[in-house]
């Protein structure tokens, strides 16, 4: 077979591909006779108002040298760990804006991070494929550096994503660039199951985000290049128990509804989508052009405490908060006083709901807070 054929065959290939997706999608949107927002239009709910004063950066917490990738709060609310560029973890007294500890890395570039849930450890990991885990009260060394406790390897490619299962020290589950996600026994630093890789329900390309379910911690979620956000069993790792399609660009952030039943995702796409588990449907689509009229790639997303709102930072330094019922947009926190000066790239809530935590590629992290008497509900 000629060059020629073999590249009209793959031409062919690729045609029909796209017109089986196109089906495909089709069918999916003929099978959903609403969605949520319409369905709460239909009982008269109204959208969640903001003043100019509702939502404030009231901290900015400086100290990094490079680009800001990653944070995560503990879960006792006044502490947060950060990852950047310039290979460091600095954790934070999220009231004082002081610096705790700035922990080395051995690998230059840092990609994620997260607290354990007792606060007594951190993990981080980067393009060295190999996740660190520290112990915040050991003794520095003689230079002043934490020591390594544990180095969790056997990636095959950068570490994009951790998070410790909750209520446990012991055990933390990683995404990577590798295509797969591995849950790992920390005390013994040995990999205990393996999610995708050679099995054919695993992801096609690198594993950019990983959720753990809080109200069922044997239960996660993982966002791909590959476009979609898969369902994961830790005692059956040999198959997903569901994969979600929708997106039409990079999955970049997925994250668990706080009632454990659905999930939100962010894409490249420069939407959001929220999906329901025990039906494998998608229940809304978030999306709105920006004031340039483009779409902007979504970096990360967290809901608040009862899931009404929706935060979601963008490329573009935006960030947008949902009314997840109505799927409006009611605040850009990227237009308010004191915003990010570059894009958004990681944001968490604080446990108790009092807090948003914002990280950018400006090298800064900053704290917003509820004015007045209102809560982040």
């Given at each position: 077979m000629s060059g020629s054929e073999l590249k009209e065959r793959h031409v062919a290939a690729i045609e029909t591909v796209n017109s089986l997706k196109e089906r495909l999608?089709?069918?999916?949107?003929?099978?959903?006779?609403?969605?949520?927002?319409?369905?709460?239009?239909?009982?008269?709910?109204?959208?969640?108002s903001f003043g100019a004063t509702d939502l404030v950066c009231c901290r900015t917490l400086q100290g990094h040298t490079g680009?800001?990738?990653?944070?995560?709060?503990?879960?006792?609310?006044n502490r947060i760990v950060s990852a950047s560029q310039d290979g460091r973890l600095i954790v934070w007294n999220a009231l004082t804006s002081q610096k705790t500890h700035a922990?080395?890395?051995?690998?230059?570039?840092?990609?994620?991070?997260?607290?354990s849930p007792s606060g007594q450890s951190v993990a981080g990991g980067?393009?060295?494929?190999?996740?660190?885990?520290?112990?915040?009260?050991s003794p520095t060394d003689r230079d002043g550096n934490l020591p390594v406790t544990r180095t969790l390897s056997g990636h095959k490619g950068y570490i994009s994503s951790c998070q410790y299962v909750p209520d446990e020290d012991t055990h933390l589950i990683t995404g990577s660039g590798d295509q797969t996600c591995v849950l790992w026994d920390i005390t013994t630093g040995l990999r205990t199951s393996v999610f995708g890789g050679e099995f054919q329900s695993g992801h096609a390309a690198d594993v950019s985000s990983i959720s753990i379910s809080?109200?069922?911690?044997?239960?996660?979620?993982?966002?791909s290049c590959d476009a979609t956000a898969r369902l994961w069993d830790t005692r059956v790792a040999s198959r997903a128990v569901q994969t979600f399609h929708g997106h039409e660009g990079d999955v970049s952030a997925v994250k668990f509804f706080p009632d454990g039943n659905r999930f939100g995702t962010g894409s490249d796409d420069g939407t959001c989508r929220l999906f329901d588990i025990r039906t494998g449907h998608e229940l809304q689509?978030?999306?709105?052009?920006?004031?340039?009229?483009?779409?902007?790639?979504?970096?990360?997303?967290?809901?608040?405490?009862?899931?009404?709102?929706?935060?979601?930072g963008y490329k573009n330094g935006d960030c947008y908060v949902w009314d997840t019922l109505l799927a409006?947009?009611?605040?850009?926190?990227?237009?308010?006083?004191?915003?990010?000066?570059?894009?958004i790239t990681c944001l968490g809530l604080s446990a108790d709901g009092s807090a948003l935590c914002t990280g950018s590629w400006d090298s800064n992290l900053k704290i917003w807070a509820f004015g007045g008497h209102r809560k982040v509900t």
């Open positions: 999608k089709q069918k999916r949107h003929s099978l959903l006779d609403t969605n949520v927002a319409g369905y709460a239009r239909s009982l008269g709910r109204t959208p969640i680009k800001v990738y990653s944070l995560d709060w503990t879960s006792e609310r922990i080395k890395l051995p690998c230059p570039w840092v990609m994620t991070c997260a607290f980067g393009l060295d494929s190999v996740c660190s885990i520290f112990n915040l009260n809080g109200s069922n911690s044997r239960t996660f979620i993982s966002g689509v978030y999306h709105q052009l920006h004031n340039d009229n483009t779409n902007s790639h979504v970096t990360s997303i967290a809901f608040s405490i009862s899931g009404r709102l929706l935060f979601a409006k947009m009611v605040l850009n926190l990227g237009k308010l006083q004191n915003s990010h000066e570059e894009r």
